[in-house]
């Protein structure tokens, strides 16, 4: 049986009326990881446990390790997520509360993920990767197909870019549904513009830093994966500012009541900012709401603050 859950598909009437057309909102939000990240993880962590892992390791301080936490306490095997000390105490107590043990290694990404690959080999533990794996691309695909069977057609999807697993797993889903030529906006922030740097460069490149408040969308580099697709299905890259990004979560609060990191709110900003791509579609728009845990009401008001000019 699945981890995830099966989220709502909202029509929204607020966004429908920026855009003078249908949008539909898949809501990742209400996974009880509060991301789409426990369709890919919970897959990885099903898979890893029927091969014979004892225990789980993991090397996001953000929604992918709250995720792995979850999957590990749902299959009753033990988990650590490895975090560097830039991960913030919020998070890691939500992931202590689920069960998992908590360790800090390094000032960035890269270090705590050594650690965890070292950690992993030690206790025999799977060390399950935040987007770049087949099992994360198959579990994500999963929310393309509930749409589908829900009986929606979009004419456009608008997804959010860090390391490209989510959209690696949209892309699959919409080929399997037989939506191969449905267009993809693909929405990064500036100073986290991975997937837009790569499509430049045509080769996945590494940025030099991330420099965008949207930590969650921090990949300095995509997945090759992502960007091979993208050479067969359309898509479009479009980069929106931090502020534009924060802006759509404080609209969306109240236009929804839900609270979403800037991440998420970057792929709600286009609708939100009636971005050119969106304005005269001939269809319906499916938003993949992508939610994060990363979020207070008290930050959101900080990061409104900190972009405002
Ligand atoms: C992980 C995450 C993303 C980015 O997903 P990738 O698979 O890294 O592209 C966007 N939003 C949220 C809330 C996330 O947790």
């Known amino acids: 049986m699945p981890l995830h859950h099966e989220t709502p598909l909202l029509h929204s009437v607020a966004l429908s009326a920026r855009v003078q057309a249908p949008v539909w909102l898949k809501l990742e939000s209400a ?35 709250y995720a792995v936490a979850w999957a590990g306490r749902a299959l009753g095997v033990p988990v650590t997520v490895v975090v560097p000390s830039t991960t913030g105490a919020r998070m890691r ?27 992993a080999e030690q206790t025999g533990g799977a060390l399950l990767h935040p ?3 087949p099992d994360i691309w198959t579990g994500h695909a999963s929310l393309i197909a509930e749409v589908a069977q829900a009986g929606l057609t979009p004419t456009q999807v608008v997804v959010s870019v860090g390391g490209g697993g989510l959209l690696a797993g949209v892309l699959q889903g919409m080929d399997a549904a037989g939506w191969s030529e449905v267009p993809v906006l693909a929405i ?18 590494t940025l030099p830093a991330i420099t965008s408040l949207a930590l969650t969308l921090g990949s300095k580099r995509v997945c090759d ?9 359309p898509v479009q890259s479009i980069v929106v500012s931090d502020a534009s990004a924060v802006q759509a979560c404080a609209q969306f609060l109240d236009d929804h009541r ?21 304005m005269h579609t ?4 499916l938003v993949i709401v992508c939610g994060g845990a990363g979020v207070t009401r008290t930050q959101l ?8 000019t």
């Open 282 to 285: 001939a269809g319906s728009i």
């Open 258 to 278: 839900v609270l979403v990191e800037p991440s998420c709110g970057a792929a709600l900003s286009v609708v939100y900012d009636q971005h050119p791509a969106v």
């Open 301 to 308: 008001d900080d990061w409104l603050a900190a972009t405002r």
């Open 225 to 233: 994966q992502v960007f091979a697709q993208a050479k067969t299905h």
């Open 131 to 133: 987007f770049d794996h």
């Open 31 to 65: 996974q009880p990881s509060a991301s789409f990240k426990l369709r890919g993880m919970g897959l990885a962590a099903e898979r890893a446990v029927a091969r014979g892992a004892t225990r789980l390791v993991s090397s996001s301080g953000g929604n992918a390790g």
């Open 188 to 205: 990064e922030t500036h100073g986290a513009e991975s997937f837009s740097a790569a499509l430049a460069a045509d080769r996945p490149v």
């Open 93 to 119: 107590g939500l992931i202590e509360a689920t069960g998992a043990e908590v360790q800090i290694a390094g000032d960035v990404w890269d270090e705590a993920h050594a650690a965890a690959t070292t950690l």
